[in-house]
Nanobody, 117 residues
Framework: VQLVESGGGLVQPGGSLRLSCAAS????????MSWYRQAPGKARELVAS????????YYADSVKERFTISRDNAKNTGYLQMNSLKPEDTAVYYC???????????WGQGTQVTVSS
């Protein structure tokens, strides 16, 4: 089982990045997927979620109308499009896949996003 994030990096305020999360070793299309982030000295926080079918999404207030979560179940890949980035978006971003029956909860290794001029 693997979740591998990519697409992080250094970007100027106001810029954009697209994170990808490639899943393998399990049936990705059955799992809800989320993106979390953790800034230095802070707790990990939920950024956005999407249900297994892609039909419903959730966003933290801090990223609404700037970030878009999506998935391509045929490619076993999830995405987080991040626009209008702010310095406070700087964090390590983690991909999570979860199913409630049977209970399974998988995490990626994280990708660093740094927003700075």
């Amino acid at each position: 089982v693997q979740l591998v994030e990519s697409g992080g990096g250094l970007v100027q305020p106001g810029g954009s990045l697209r994170l990808s999360c490639a899943a393998s070793g399990f049936t990705f299309s059955r799992y809800d997927m989320s993106w979390y982030r953790q800034a230095p000295g802070k707790a990990r926080e939920l950024v956005a979620s999407i249900v297994s079918s892609g039909g419903s999404t959730y966003y933290a207030d801090s990223v609404k109308e700037r970030f878009t979560i999506s998935r391509d179940n045929a490619k076993n890949t999830g995405y987080l499009q991040m626009n209008s980035l702010k310095p406070e978006d700087t964090a390590v971003y983690y991909c999570n896949a979860k199913i409630t029956w049977p209970i399974r909860d998988y995490w990626g290794q994280g990708t660093q996003v740094t927003v700075s001029s």
